[in-house]
């Protein structure tokens, strides 16, 4: 019998944790002009960091089936963060926070506590298989690249890697530009309408 792991059930599910919050968002939304922009310049940062990142990782960042991975990434942004796709992550939900301006800035805290314990949860499952599976070579990695904080020059021990064209990055980006996309016409529909 498979020991039960809250860090598994949630790395599987976390397209679908966040939900609640947007919908609690978008309830709450009193969106203005200057809102939506800000929130739309936050939500291009948090894009910039995914689509980098997943230039680098491939398409192995979007599986929900447990974690995993052949190589250890280092390169592109990797070099500068550990979780460039988490930070990411966090600049889209922030920018979704500020574009729909609900319930400020008490919103802000729950979307950093939220991301704070679901991610920590998360880091801590793939870092324990990354150790596990890289050992010695994740543990100088590790000690050399910050977790969430960027580091401003590029770790000079770093792989050297070619990135994937920025084309496919895009095509394996898809279901989170969708989503951004969806999320941005709600908070415009909520704008006009209400």
């Not at 592109?76 to 319930?103: E, K, M, Q």
């Amino acid at each position: 019998m498979a020991k039960f792991d809250l860090r598994e059930k949630i790395f599987n599910n976390r397209s679908y944790t966040p939900i609640p919050l947007l919908i609690l968002v978008l309830i709450l939304a009193e969106p203005s002009t200057w809102s939506i922009l800000a929130g739309i310049g936050l939500m291009a940062i948090g894009e910039f960091w995914r689509l980098w990142a997943v230039r680098y990782a491939g398409g192995a960042t979007r599986t929900t089936s447990g974690v995993g991975g052949d190589e250890l990434v280092t390169a592109g942004p990797y070099a500068h963060l550990r979780n460039p796709l988490y930070l990411g992550n966090l600049f889209n939900a922030l920018g979704i926070c500020v574009a729909a301006w609900a319930w400020m800035p008490w919103m802000l805290i729950v979307c950093l506590v939220f991301f704070g314990v679901q991610y920590g949860l998360i880091i801590s499952l793939e870092e324990e298989y990354l150790r596990n599976r890289f050992g010695e070579a994740y543990r100088v990695y590790s000690s050399n690249v910050p977790r969430f904080i960027p580091r401003l020059r590029a770790w000079p021990g770093a792989a050297a890697a070619k990135p994937q064209p920025l084309r496919k990055a895009i095509r394996t980006e898809r279901h989170t530009l969708g989503s951004l996309t969806l999320i941005t016409l709600l908070i415009l529909l909520r704008w006009k309408v209400f």
